[in-house]
């Protein structure tokens, strides 16, 4: 079973629409919680953190359900300049980073 | 902020043989070093963790003897593909991070193996 799985899409949606991503972790003791942008062959940019309380971010929200093991991003108005492929990362317990498999979105104008 | 550097950015090279990629962190120590693989299209996937002065900890299915990690201190760290075949051909990313904090990643280098 995978460590982090993250359905890759891929998503087209109007400028100005919601849009919601989530991934779901295996290991219960993962720790920490990351959504990463990457645009196409460069590096993942740090996007957020994801918190149990819950973190925004202007139009982006970041939520974790530690009881079913997943994370979600949601990105509200989207841009042009959203489209992307946005990855979740768990660190695990021991300090492994696993990333989801990306989710590809195309703001479309 | 903190910055990774990796390089090279791009390698062309001929079937067997051997590929040196080195990532820096320019300011601040890493005491932990993370190497992924991102073939087209798919996400990174991990091959190695390596700790400084310490050996490297290997994803299952990957072969340490073919991807020799080296981190001899807390800002360097290199990956070397030896003997390299076109199956090799990927995008290597190096991240460096602390325990339990986010990670820093290199800008990546594109391997491309004739």
Known sequence: RKEVEQDPGPFNVPEGATVAFNCTYSNSASQSFFWYRQDCRKEPKLLMSVYSSGNEDGRFTAQLNRASQYISLLIRDSKLSDSATYLCAVNKAGNQFYFGTGTSLTVIP | ?114
């Open chain 2, 1 to 114: 902020g903190a910055v990774v550097s990796q390089h090279p950015s791009r390698v062309i090279c001929k079937s067997g043989t051997s590929v040196k990629i080195e990532c820096r962190s320019l300011d601040f120590q890493a005491t932990t070093m993370f190497w992924y693989r991102q073939f087209p299209k798919q996400s990174l996937m991990l091959m190695a963790t390596s700790n400084e002065g310490s050996k490297a900890t290997y994803e299952q299915g990957v072969e340490k003897d073919k991807f020799l990690i080296n981190h001899a201190s807390l800002t360097l760290s290199t990956l070397t593909v030896t003997s390299a075949h076109p199956e090799d051909s990927s995008f290597y990313i190096c991240s460096m991070g602390q325990p339990n904090e986010k990670l820093f990643f290199g800008s990546g280098t594109q391997l491309s193996v004739l």
